[in-house]
């Protein structure tokens, strides 16, 4: 049990252009979901918190302009990238949580690149 | 502030036991988390425990908790050529919002 899928698992666009980032809990009702950003061979950095039904919370220092997050449903959470440059390029990781947002299970992650 | 500090590497031969070890700063804690992470894959939570806990043992895993020092190891009995990964160490700094401060990431090397 307790699995989230992130959908697609790598990318490659185009500066410029906007990327949407699926997560989905496969098997549970994800009431909180969580959006990481990797750098390579650096830990996590959390960039917004999401609810389901409400608006997300950003921490600081991350545009949510250019960030979007949307969390229609109770298991899908998605992330879009709008206007990418190279340095959006990362390995981006959703995370769910059920009725205790203590316990988080992670997404396989994205690989964005952008040229 | 909140500050989850891990060593970078450690390399071990197949068979022997691996210890790795996380310090935290923020005393508030109330979970503590171990996570390993595969090349190229998301994280797998391998253990977590609740902060007013000394130990935790689940199989090949011991996760031993020193309130006092604000430290935390996570054992490996056993070690195999598959436990080969990233570990981190992650703190939960107020309950019930689920943010998770993370370590650095140890990479575990297992030499067979």
């Known amino acids: 049990g307790a699995v989230v899928s992130q959908h697609p698992s790598r990318v490659i666009c185009k500066s410029g252009t906007s990327v949407k980032i699926e997560c989905r809990s496969l098997?549970?009702?994800?009431?909180?979901m969580f959006w990481y950003r990797q750098f390579p061979k650096q830990s996590l950095m959390l960039m917004a918190t999401?609810?389901?039904?409400?608006?997300?919370?950003?921490e600081q220092g991350v545009e949510k302009d250019k960030f979007l997050i949307n969390h229609a449903s109770l298991t899908l959470s998605t992330l879009t990238v709008t206007s990418a440059h190279p340095e959006d390029s990362s390995f981006y990781i959703c995370s769910a949580s059920a009725s205790s947002p203590d316990t988080q299970y992670f997404g396989p992650g994205t690989r964005l690149t952008v040229l | 502030g909140e500050d989850v500090e891990q060593s970078l590497f450690l390399s071990v031969r197949e068979g022997d036991s691996s210890v790795i070890n996380c310090t935290y700063t923020d005393s508030s804690s109330t979970y503590l988390y171990w996570y390993k992470q595969e090349p190229g894959a998301g994280l797998q939570l391998l253990t977590y425990?609740?902060?007013?806990?000394d130990m935790k043992q689940d199989q090949r895993l011991t996760v031993l908790l020193n309130k006092k020092d604000k430290h935390l190891s996570l054992r490996i009995a056993d070690t195999q050529t598959g436990d080969s990964a990233i570990y981190f160490c992650a703190e939960s700094i107020r309950s019930n919002t689920g943010k998770l401060i993370f370590g650095q990431g140890t990479t575990l090397q297992v030499k067979p």
């Open positions: 999401s609810n389901e039904g409400s608006k997300a919370t950003y």
């Open positions: 425990i609740f902060s007013n806990m």
């Open positions: 098997d549970f009702q994800a009431t909180t």
